[in-house]
């Protein structure tokens, strides 16, 4: 997800501030918009969109 211009990875939480140069893909779960680090990408290839947290859940873990 995107606060005040920053990129945060839905699963991990890696923001782009924090570590710049991360590369986020947009994606969409449960028709929500949601930003993913590449990083993170092979555990919902080979695991599930389980891991992929809400853009509520982010932001209640998130202090941006």
Known sequence: ?????????????KT???????????????????????GCIPHIIHGSGDVVKSNEAVKAEVNL
């Open 16 to 38: 782009s501030k924090d570590v710049p140069g991360t590369v986020f893909i947009k994606a969409t779960k449960d028709g929500e918009a949601v930003d993913v680090c590449t």
């Open 1 to 13: 997800m995107e606060i005040n211009n920053i990129n945060v990875c839905n699963v991990c939480l």
